[in-house]
């Protein structure tokens, strides 16, 4: 069995004449499973058998190895299936899972929008001298197909801010690194609204506009002048939000 090689002996879980019921043990299962998650001795998809075969395995009661169990799978390390073709497996990752949990974690402990911003235009400007590099057939058209669909949406402010923002997500998932759209997701349901606070009607033809060059420097495979680009998007759309915070005057465009 798979859990057999993560007990050595010698080990206070290698004893299967004993039985624990502290939460101690409970902790040292969860360590011992994550600790082989990451030494890759376990992988997606294995199986690890019954509840029943782990609290036997590691020599503790069953109550000891729900409980560990349990912290497993609200980890996201395990996936517990009921039924005659149940057990516990390894789970499958999701990177959309991270992201969420991510900008919950960011959101309790009070990140401001200004450390999220310094972070995002590192992240996108490193995305979009990715996506120059790396961006398939399939990723320009979905490019240009949103900055055509926001083309049609000027006149519906929040329609434009979502459409916007997929072109900005796209952007990074044209970079093809998982962890730098993982990231922005993260950022996205931190700091991205549905609703643009601006009145200004001229401010969507010119995000338009640079998200047109941005595109073009993509399909050029310009790496350094995409990430230029956007790393001056952002920074206005930094500056702007100062100055909304502030409440000065502030007349720089290119919010998204």
Do not use: C, H, P, Y
């Given at each position: 069995m798979i859990l057999a090689s993560l007990i050595s002996d010698g080990d206070d879980l290698a004893n299967p004449g004993r039985t624990y019921e502290t939460s101690t043990f409970s902790s040292k299962i969860v360590s011992r499973i994550r600790e082989a998650l990451f030494d890759r001795k376990l992988n997606p998809g294995d199986f690890l058998g019954s509840e029943k075969?782990?609290?036997?395995?590691?020599?503790?009661?069953?109550?000891?190895?729900?409980?560990?169990?349990?912290?497993?799978?609200?980890?996201?390390?395990?996936?517990?299936?009921?039924?005659?073709?149940?057990?516990?497996?390894?789970?499958?990752?999701?990177?959309?899972?991270?992201?969420?949990?991510?900008?919950?974690?960011?959101?309790?402990?009070?990140?401001?929008?200004?450390?999220?911003?310094?972070?995002?235009?590192?992240?996108?400007?490193?995305?979009?001298?990715?996506?120059?590099?790396?961006?398939?057939?399939?990723?320009?058209?979905?490019?240009?197909?949103?900055?055509?669909?926001?083309?049609?949406?000027?006149?519906?402010?929040s329609a434009f801010t979502r459409s916007s923002r997929e072109f900005h997500l796209a952007i990074a998932d044209a970079s093809h690194n998982r962890v730098l759209a993982m990231q922005l997701r993260a950022c996205r349901f931190v700091i991205w609204s549905d609703n643009n606070g601006t009145s200004s009607p001229n401010i969507p033809e010119r995000v338009i506009g640079i998200h047109r060059e941005i595109y073009e420097k993509i399909k050029a495979g310009d790496s350094e002048g995409a990430g230029k680009i956007m790393y001056q998007h952002l920074d206005h759309i930094d500056q702007r939000r100062r100055a909304l915070d502030t409440g000065t005057n502030g007349s720089v465009s290119g919010i998204c």
């Open positions: 075969d782990i609290a036997k395995e590691f020599g503790v009661s069953r109550m000891t190895a729900r409980d560990a169990l349990r912290t497993l799978e609200a980890m996201g390390i395990v996936e517990i299936r009921v039924g005659a073709r149940g057990g516990v497996r390894i789970a499958t990752g999701n990177l959309d899972r991270i992201a969420d949990a991510m900008a919950i974690q960011l959101n309790l402990v009070g990140v401001s929008s200004q450390e999220i911003l310094q972070v995002q235009k590192s992240i996108e400007r490193t995305a979009a001298e990715m996506a120059a590099i790396n961006a398939n057939e399939k990723d320009l058209d979905r490019l240009k197909s949103l900055l055509d669909e926001a083309d049609g949406l000027l006149l519906d402010r």
